[in-house]
C-alpha cells in the first residue's frame, strides 16, 4: 500500500491542530475546576493606589553625601555637589546603622565629615531643604584616614 507524501502532510497536519486544540481545552478545564463557586461568599477589599505628584521623589538623597553640620536631632548634608544644603532629622522610626554591620547606631554616632546615604522617611519634594529620615547608612569615618607609621628596613 502506497501513501503519497501529500497526504502523510496533510494528516500530519491535522493531528498537531487536534492536539493543540485538546491542549487548550485540556487548560481551560483545569483552570475552571479551580475557580470558586457561586456559594461562596466573599469579602471584598480596598486598594489604595498613592499616586505621586509631578516633582515628588521617594527618596531624596539617594547618593552618598557627607555631613556638614550636626544639631539635636537633626544634621546638614549638601546635595547636588555641594549647590544644595539639606537639613535631616530624625525621629523615633528613623534607623542608623554602619556599612557592613547589623548593629544599630544612635543620633551620637553621627560626626562631621561622615558619609552617609540617607533614605526619607515619607515622598519628598526635590527643592524641600528638610525631610525625616527613615535610614540612615554610614559609609565611612569622620576626617581623613589616620596614617600608620611603618617600620624601617634594617640592612
Not at 39 to 65: D, E, F, H, Q, Y
Not at 70 to 86: D, I, L, M
Not at 107 to 129: E, P
Request: glycine share 6%.
Amino acid at each position: 500500500m502506497y501513501i503519497s507524501k501529500r497526504v502523510l502532510i496533510i494528516v500530519g497536519v491535522t493531528a498537531v491542530i487536534l492536539v493543540g486544540i485538546l491542549g487548550f481545552v485540556f487548560a481551560y478545564i483545569l483552570s475552571q475546576s479551580n475557580s470558586p463557586t457561586a456559594n461562596v461568599n466573599t469579602t471584598p477589599t480596598s486598594t489604595i493606589t498613592a499616586t505621586p505628584k509631578p516633582g515628588v521623589r521617594a527618596c531624596a538623597l539617594g547618593v552618598i553625601t557627607s555631613i556638614q553640620s550636626t544639631g539635636t536631632q537633626s544634621f546638614v548634608v549638601s546635595e547636588s555637589k555641594g549647590k544644595q544644603t539639606v537639613t535631616v532629622t530624625i525621629n523615633a522610626q528613623t534607623t542608623i546603622h554602619k556599612r557592613g554591620i547589623t548593629t544599630l547606631l544612635s543620633f551620637t554616632d553621627l560626626m562631621v565629615g561622615q558619609q552617609v546615604r540617607v533614605t526619607a522617611q515619607d515622598a519628598c519634594d526635590k527643592q524641600a531643604s528638610t525631610f525625616v529620615a527613615k535610614n540612615i547608612q554610614i559609609m565611612s569615618a569622620a576626617g581623613s584616614p589616620t596614617p600608620i607609621a611603618s617600620p624601617t628596613p634594617t640592612a
